[in-house]
């Protein structure tokens, strides 16, 4: 549930600024961006030699509600920050 927050938080302003036909493209385009991020950072991590997998392991096996707490004010922080720019694109579009 945290994750389909996460993914509205990332497509609400997307859709607001291009609209109903573009913003189905912008969206992939958006997605498709950020996996790229993501893939392109995990493997710079591994190159230095740092094993992200026993991190994650560690810290979900013993300190899961934190990692649930961290979660939650993450997608909340980001839900926040596209509330505040949709409505910023929202009052643009009007005046």
Do not use: H, R, W
Request: charged share 10%.
């Amino acid at each position: 549930m945290i994750f389909s927050y996460l993914v509205i938080g990332f497509a609400v302003p997307v859709g607001v600024y291009f609209e109903a036909q573009k913003s189905q493209l912008a969206m992939i385009i958006v997605f498709g961006g950020l996996f790229l991020i993501t893939f392109i950072l995990y493997f710079i991590i591994q190159l230095t030699g740092f094993n992200v997998e026993t991190l994650l392991d560690f810290y979900i096996e013993n300190q899961l509600s934190l990692v649930c707490i961290l979660c939650t004010f993450f997608v909340a922080f980001i839900n926040y920050l596209s509330c505040k720019i949709s409505l910023k694109l929202i009052n643009k579009k009007e005046y």
